[in-house]
């Protein structure tokens, strides 16, 4: 292998480092700002959720939360591709209304 071989190789080398720090990078970017999701969230109280306990509320915001977002622990957590993301099971609003029915009926008898 020549001189010239070894520089071209180098080269390609770096391009490739380059290329994955900056795709680590934005990924990093792509971190959840959680004042603006604290925002969303209480913006989606207010127009969908106003009549809503704050209990089956909170059931409702987990659920959202759970379908937008990937990782482990809040703290590594990252918000899913477009793509990923997929409408609420129809089991899922089923138990929302369920779980707002035994609410209601708490507050009756409460």
Do not use: P
């Not at 909170?58 to 977002?69: A, E, K, P």
Request: neutral net charge; aromatic residues 12%.
């Amino acid at each position: 292998m020549n001189d010239e071989e070894k520089a071209r190789l180098e080269k390609r080398r770096m391009t490739k480092e380059i290329k994955k720090k900056r795709k680590a990078d934005e990924l990093d970017r792509k971190g959840i700002d959680y004042e603006r999701l604290t925002e969303f969230f209480f913006d989606l109280c207010l127009s969908w959720c106003q009549f809503l306990d704050v209990e089956t509320f909170l059931f409702f915001i987990n659920g959202v939360f759970l379908n937008i977002t990937k990782g482990n622990h809040i703290n590594v957590s990252r918000f899913k591709e477009n793509s990923e993301i997929e409408v609420l099971s129809i089991e899922f609003i089923n138990h929302l209304l369920a779980y707002r029915q035994i609410c209601a009926e708490r507050v009756g008898n409460g």
